[in-house]
C-alpha cells in the first residue's frame, strides 16, 4: 500500500512569488492535513480537510489556503512569498476524522524562499 | 488550549541501555497521546498512541509508553536502546473535539555505541 506522497520534495522560490505544493494520500483515507516544520516554531497546524471540506485552520496568515479534491488529494498554496516561510511543509493523512485516529505522514517538501 | 511539553532538548544513552524520553501534557477532557519519530529529511513516522484502558501502550520497533493521568504525562520508553534509534522524537495531544495535533517542541535521542 502506497503511503503519502507529497510533491515536489525540494522548491526554491524568490521572495513575492507563490507556490503550490501537493499531497496524495493513502487510498482510502478522507482526512488530510498539513503542518509546517520550522527549527525555531516547530511543527504548527496549517488545516485539514475532510471530504473537500475545510473543518480546521491554524493561526496562518491568509497568504497560506488549501483545498481538498474528490479524490482526496490535496494542495496548499502560499502566496507573495516571504523569507519566514521556508520550512519544511508535511502532510499527514488519515482513514477517518476522529480524535483517536493516528495519522501518516508524507516525506515533506521542504521549500526555500530567497 | 491544548500544549506538550518535552522538558529535554537533547537526551543520551549509551546501545543497550535503557531510554526514556519524557512528556507532558494539558489538554480539557479526555486526552488522545500519540508519539512520533523523524529520521534526517523524512517525515514522521507513528510509534503507538494512548486512547483509553491500559495504561502501558505497546508500540512499533520496542517502543511503549506509559500514561499517568494525575501526573498529565505520557513517557516514552524502551528497554534496551538500539544506535539505529537516535532522531527526533515528538509528543502529541488531541483533546475530544480536536481535529488537529499539538505537538511538543521534539526530543533528540543520542543512542552512543
Known amino acids: 500500500k502506497a503511503g503519502v506522497t507529497q510533491t515536489p520534495r525540494y522548491l526554491i522560490k524568490t521572495r513575492g512569488q507563490q507556490v503550490t505544493l501537493s499531497c496524495s494520500p493513502i487510498?482510502?483515507?478522507?482526512?488530510v492535513s498539513w503542518y509546517q516544520q520550522t527549527p525555531g516554531q516547530g511543527l504548527q497546524f496549517l488545516f485539514e480537510y475532510f471530504s473537500e471540506t475545510q473543518r480546521n485552520k491554524g493561526n496562518f496568515p491568509g497568504r497560506f489556503s488549501g483545498r481538498q479534491f474528490s479524490n482526496s488529494r490535496s494542495e496548499m498554496n502560499v502566496s507573495t512569498l516571504e523569507l519566514g516561510d521556508s520550512a519544511l511543509y508535511l502532510c499527514a493523512s488519515s482513514l477517518v476524522g476522529t480524535p483517536e485516529r493516528e495519522a501518516f505522514f508524507g516525506q515533506g517538501t521542504r521549500l526555500t524562499v530567497v | 488550549a491544548q500544549s506538550v511539553a518535552q522538558p529535554e532538548d537533547q537526551v543520551n544513552v549509551a546501545e543497550g541501555n535503557p531510554l526514556t524520553v519524557k512528556c507532558t501534557y494539558s489538554v480539557s477532557g479526555n486526552p488522545y497521546l500519540f508519539w512520533y519519530v523523524q529520521y534526517p529529511n523524512r517525515g514522521l513516522q507513528f510509534l503507538l498512541k494512548y486512547i483509553t484502558g491500559d495504561n502501558l501502550v505497546k508500540g512499533s520497533y520496542g517502543f511503549e509508553a506509559e500514561f499517568n493521568k494525575s501526573q498529565t504525562s505520557f513517557h516514552l520508553k524502551k528497554p534496551s536502546a538500539l544506535v539505529s534509534d537516535s532522531a527526533l522524537y515528538f509528543c502529541a495531544v488531541r483533546d475530544d473535539y480536536g481535529q488537529n495535533f499539538v505537538f511538543g517542541p521534539g526530543t533528540r535521542l543520542s543512542v552512543l555505541p
Open positions: 487510498s482510502g483515507h478522507r482526512s
